[in-house]
């Protein structure tokens, strides 16, 4: 849809949909062990920013469910940039935000799209096997590192 500039028009949609239907907000998530510690240690550390191509009903619902909110300055959903991961709009929009060059920053993700998006904006990538993701695909993708779970990153990152 972002690629035929229908996507705002469509969400608009799907969200009066939601309204007219009571839908609440969504199921529940699931939250890998040892992401509240690692996201403590990171923010002290770094500003973060949440970079998502999902809806921002879905992701506040994971942000709330999880009391996750405080971690990130930025919060970047399907609809604030003009186009989703794999384009690096996303990545680029929360760089800007945090005021950071995207040389500076680190994208990590589960997903091929998550590490084109971050190596297009001119970011580090780190790919993580917890999700989607297989070791071979990242690393043909490009990934700067791959990680097993999630919490691993702090290894890279703080110390």
């Known amino acids: 849809p972002d690629q035929l ?8 949609v799907i969200a009066s949909l939601n309204r007219l239907r009571g ?10 062990d040892g992401v509240h ?3 403590q240690a990171l923010s002290a550390r770094y500003p973060l920013a949440l970079v998502s191509s999902r809806d921002r009903r879905g992701v506040e619902a994971f942000l709330d469910q999880f009391e ?4 990130f300055g930025v919060v970047v ?3 604030s940039a003009p186009r989703i991961k794999p384009h690096p ?9 945090l005021g950071l060059p995207a040389e500076h920053c680190v994208m990590v993700g589960d997903t091929t799209a998550d590490v084109y998006a971050g190596k297009r904006a001119g970011a580090q990538t780190v790919g993580v096997l917890c999700g989607f993701g297989q070791r071979d695909e990242l690393e043909r993708a490009g990934a700067d590192a791959v990680v097993e779970r999630t919490p691993d990153v702090a290894g890279l990152l703080v110390g």
């Open 5 to 12: 500039n229908i996507d705002r028009p469509l969400a608009r």
């Open 23 to 32: 839908h609440g907000a969504p199921a529940s998530f699931l939250l890998i």
């Open 37 to 39: 510690p690692l996201l």
């Open 68 to 71: 996750l909110r405080p971690y």
């Open 77 to 79: 959903t399907a609809l």
């Open 89 to 97: 709009a996303p990545v680029l929009f929360a760089a800007q935000a």
